[in-house]
T-cell receptor, first 112, second 113 residues
């Protein structure tokens, strides 16, 4: 089991640029979650999907953020345009019913 | 609104010095309280799930307990390799498809040799 795979591990970009983060969940898991982690606010849930369908996107901070899950093995989180305050570590996690969340190792985003 | 508060924010222990971390929660209909460990540069790693008051789980030097308002993570005779951030999370609300977790901000534990 390769676990949840995220790419890239690090992303440095300039303000105003588009950023796309990618996630491959664990095979067989039907729930996928995007979290953001900062020193000030800890882990915040941005959006989660069940069976590829977005269930709760109330944590998405602004319209600049969007997420897709075109199939059971792939999801993207896009920020367009990016701003310095978006700098954080973004985690993807997956789970199956009743099981704990399994996290990837995150993407550290720096927007200058 | 579901809420999780962890204390202390940071804890420094000498090797072998036992202690406890606290997680206080407010949730409508608890459907699981979770403990995770996070090492620098990595994602949170699952440790325990507790479902009902009075339940306890153990793993090596760690023991998690649960009451109706809080959970404790007891660390017995810690070693330097136990140094990490420990995160608490709750799953609440009505049953069904929802599986989201609400996290506390964590306790940073440093164990010195």
């Amino acid at each position: 089991d390769a676990g949840v795979i995220q790419s890239p591990r690090h992303e440095v970009t300039e303000m105003g640029q588009e950023v796309t983060l990618r996630c491959k969940p664990i095979s067989g898991h039907n729930s996928l979650f995007w979290y953001r982690q900062t020193m000030m606010r800890g882990l915040e849930l941005l959006i989660y999907f069940n069976n590829n369908v977005p269930i709760d996107d109330s944590g998405m901070p602004e319209d600049r953020f969007s997420a897709k899950m075109p199939n059971a093995s792939f999801s993207t989180l896009k920020i367009q345009p990016s701003e310095p305050r978006d700098s954080a570590v973004y985690f993807c996690a997956s789970s199956s019913p009743g099981s704990p969340l399994h996290f990837g190792n995150g993407t550290r985003l720096t927007v200058t | 609104e579901d809420q999780v508060t962890q204390s202390p924010e940071a804890l420094r222990l000498q090797e072998g010095e036992s202690s406890s971390l606290n997680c206080s929660y407010t949730v409508s209909g608890l459907r699981g309280l979770f403990w995770y460990r996070q090492d620098p540069g990595k994602g949170p790693e699952f440790l325990f799930t507790l479902y009902s008051a009075g339940e306890e789980k153990e793993k090596e030097r760690l023991k998690a307990t649960l009451t109706k308002k809080e959970s404790f993570l007891h660390i017995t005779a810690p070693k330097p390799e136990d140094s990490a951030t420990y995160l608490c999370a709750v799953r609440g609300g009505p049953g069904g498809a929802t599986n989201k977790l609400i996290f506390g901000t964590g306790t940073l534990l440093a164990v010195q040799p």
